[in-house]
């Protein structure tokens, strides 16, 4: 089968078109035919060896939607590592169901970036009506979900982005405000008015980490959930005592999805709030399988916007 492979760890360049022999399933796997692989920030990460260590050569990615050869059931999988490929052997309890309402495609697509928005938006800090929220990069894959389910609860939303397209993109979402990054923070507190925001939902790290803080409202939730722009530098916990008492969460969507039980409830969660047309899901790219290393240069580069996929 044909096959996205990296032999050792580095840039987009290091991301090779292949054939290797199809996966055998071991105790526990199934193999899945995949008609969608969802690109994730995680990858470039994966591809780095910055994080999930996975030792090349390896067949890279986790995420995606298809048939199980056996069966033909419609499947949508996190956490199957070798997910850029024809057939991927997934974990069975990694594996939900794909519900009828939702496409093999858009389960794809929003599986992954759609539960880590719901658990943000719900668990790391359960947003209130009217409480206002920064979200950063709010046109990217996981912005433009965060963004409408924090309306879906009642949110105000403050968004990032950093040209005027993803600006109109996250507008139509629903984002109440959109600004660009320089003077965030001073210009999110100005805006919600009184003491500043909620929670501040941070998936761009070292570039805008420790000036979200300042638009924080006295026992605000930082949530640094991800480092596009790279690892923020290290926290003096003093700056949460003279912000106001604040709180801060790494969080994993790992942790959320610990159980097949957790997975699945969350999941279905996510597919009813699609399958009601509460929740749209931007495709913002479909590559052939072939050009995941073009895939992985857009993203890096801050040309994507919403999910991509590619197509085996
Ligand atoms: P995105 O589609 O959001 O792409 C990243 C976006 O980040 C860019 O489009 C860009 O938007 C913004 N950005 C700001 N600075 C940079 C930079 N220096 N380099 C690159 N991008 C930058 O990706 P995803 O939706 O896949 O992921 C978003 C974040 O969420 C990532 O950090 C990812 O690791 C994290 N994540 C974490 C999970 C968890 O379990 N904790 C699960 C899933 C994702 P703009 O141009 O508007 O600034």
């Known amino acids: 089968m044909k096959a996205i492979v990296y032999e050792h760890h580095g840039g987009p360049e290091v991301l090779e078109f292949k054939d290797v022999s199809d996966p055998s399933p071991r105790e526990g796997q199934v193999l899945v035919d995949v008609e969608a692989a969802g690109v994730n920030y995680r990858d470039v990460y994966e591809r780095e060896g910055r994080s999930y260590a996975v030792e090349p050569p390896a067949v890279i990615g986790v995420e995606g939607a298809g048939t199980v050869a056996d069966s033909g059931e419609r499947v949508a999988w996190i956490g199957a ?12 309890d990694r594996l939900v169901p794909v519900p009828d309402g939702v496409s093999v495609e858009v389960a794809a697509a929003a599986l ?7 658990f943000l938006a719900s668990d ?7 409480d206002w929220v920064l979200v950063h990069a709010a046109a990217g894959g996981v912005g433009l979900l965060l963004t ?12 990032t982005t950093s040209n005027e397209e993803k600006a109109a993109l996250a507008r139509e979402a629903g984002a109440d405000e ?13 805006i919600a008015g009184g003491e500043g925001v909620a929670a501040v939902y941070d998936g761009v790290g ?28 290290p926290l003096d916990p003093t700056i949460l005592a003279s912000g106001g008492s604040l709180y801060v969460q790494r969080p994993t969507l790992m942790t959320y999805t610990r159980t097949p039980e957790l997975l699945r409830e969350r999941a279905e969660a996510l597919f009813d709030l699609i399958a009601e047309g509460k929740l749209r899901v ?30 085996p």
């Not at 790391?124 to 009217?130: F, L, Q, R």
């Not at 409408?148 to 968004?159: E, F």
């Not at 570039?207 to 605000?220: E, I, N, S, W, Y």
């Open 206 to 233: 070292k570039t805008t980490f420790l000036d979200g803080f300042k638009a924080l409202r006295p026992v605000g939730r930082m949530i640094l959930y991800g480092s596009a722009s790279g690892q923020p530098d």
């Open 282 to 311: 931007r495709i913002g790219a479909r590559y052939p399988l072939a050009e995941a290393r073009q895939a992985h240069e857009d993203l890096e580069a801050r040309k994507t916007t919403g999910k991509l996929l590619l197509i």
């Open 124 to 130: 790391s800090y359960p947003i209130e009506d009217g």
């Open 112 to 118: 992954l970036q759609g539960m880590t928005a719901h």
């Open 178 to 190: 959109v600004i660009g990054y320089e003077g965030f923070a001073e210009r999110a507190k100005e």
């Open 148 to 159: 409408q389910i924090a309306k879906l609860r009642g949110g105000q939303v403050i968004a």
């Open 81 to 92: 590592q070798g997910s850029y490929a024809e057939r991927v052997a997934a974990p069975r």
